[in-house]
């Protein structure tokens, strides 16, 4: 399925995103706006309330956002069953947001995929020539086996770009998540994807580095049963 259906959720990066999008964080908005010039406000396509909070993957997502003219583009590039977006936006100026959500660090420690034989050559060459174009260290992990779950995300945001779509892609890192025992600073996460990015051989100041923005919700201001 490429609409999929989530439960209410009551921990964790599930229960965070669905919050902060529906009841409008000005702790997720504004940082993300602080990075789209001339962009005042961000309509949130999913995960919607009244949409029974559904994420979105392949040409469902892109239907979400205002771009079905590239579902041939993207199946040509990606395999079926490719990553299943947190969340997704569009500014009122036209930027395309895809989101990636985290409350603890294990999250980020992906297993590789487990697609098919077939299936895993278009994703290894899709991973290999984003790895390319960002100038990543030869000696890099191969991205389909470490991390992979951040490099598909960035292989999409680079997808985007080459269509010439204002596409950003926006980890979503909350802070102060008890249950999970998750990081209580920015640093914390920080340093996290400094391990990432050694590993997958990219320089901090990649070429897409501009178009990720990383925003950090606390949510030791909210209560899980502020939007219930």
Partial sequence: ?????????????????????????????????????????????????????????????????????LRPALKEFWPERGPQWDALGVSDRGDVLLVEAKAHVAEMCSPGTAARPDSRERINRALVSCAERLDARVSRAPWTDHFYQLANRIAHLHFLREQGVPAYLVLVNFLNDEAMKGPTTREAWDAAYQVALHVMGLRKGHALSKHIIEVFPDVATYRPTDSQ
């Fill in 1 to 69: 399925m490429t609409r999929v259906v989530q439960p209410l959720g009551t921990k964790g990066s599930l229960l965070w995103i669905q919050q902060a999008v529906n009841d409008h964080w000005t702790s997720l908005d504004e940082p993300i706006l602080a990075k789209l010039s001339g962009s005042n406000r961000i309509e949130w396509r999913s995960p919607l309330e009244h949409d029974d909070f559904a994420e979105y993957r392949d040409g469902d997502f892109l239907d979400r956002v205002g771009l079905s003219h």
